[in-house]
């Protein structure tokens, strides 16, 4: 039976006015997961819009730490443009960034 990702969604843009509750909301995602080591990590971004360098840091973080305990990393956005920013800043080769085209905001 395959395992369920650990989910961290975050609600809309990541932005230094909202990034330090996503990460704190990732942090308790990924502790609460630590008994199974298995479970990869879903980092779902499809609300978000902008993410500015305090919310790339703030995922960067996140990764760091799923990978350190032995996970895989998949990121989800609809947005092209933060799409392009992912793979710009070379997100895409610590984590598979996939551009959900279904809800894709062209």
Same mark, same amino acid.
């Not at 790339?56 to 973080?61: G, Q, R, T, Y």
């Not at 992912?86 to 279904?102: G, P, Y």
């Given at each position: 039976?395959?395992?369920?990702?650990?989910?961290?969604? @975050?609600?809309?843009? /990541?932005? @230094?006015? *909202?990034?330090?509750? &996503?990460? %704190?909301? =990732?942090?308790? *995602?990924?502790? @609460?997961?630590?008994?199974?080591?298995? +479970?990869?990590?879903?980092?779902?971004? #499809?609300? !978000? +819009?902008?993410?500015? *360098?305090?919310? %790339? +840091? $703030?995922?960067? $973080?996140?990764? #760091?730490?799923?990978? =350190?305990?032995?996970?895989?990393? #998949?990121?989800?956005?609809? +947005?092209?443009? /933060?799409?392009?920013? /992912?793979? &710009?800043? #070379?997100?895409?080769?610590? !984590?598979?960034?996939?551009?959900?085209?279904?809800?894709?905001? %062209?």
């Amino acid at each position: 039976m395959p395992h369920q990702p650990i989910l961290i969604t @975050s609600p809309g843009d /990541l932005l @230094s006015t *909202s990034t330090e509750a &996503f990460r %704190l909301r =990732a942090e308790a *995602s990924l502790e @609460s997961g630590a008994q199974f080591q298995e +479970n990869n990590v879903e980092i779902d971004l #499809r609300m !978000a +819009n902008m993410v500015d *360098s305090v919310g %790339l +840091n $703030a995922i960067v $973080a996140i990764i #760091r730490k799923a990978k =350190a305990a032995g996970r895989k990393i #998949r990121i989800t956005v609809t +947005n092209q443009h /933060l799409y392009r920013v /992912l793979v &710009f800043t #070379r997100i895409d080769r610590q !984590a598979e960034i996939l551009l959900d085209k279904a809800q894709a905001q %062209l």
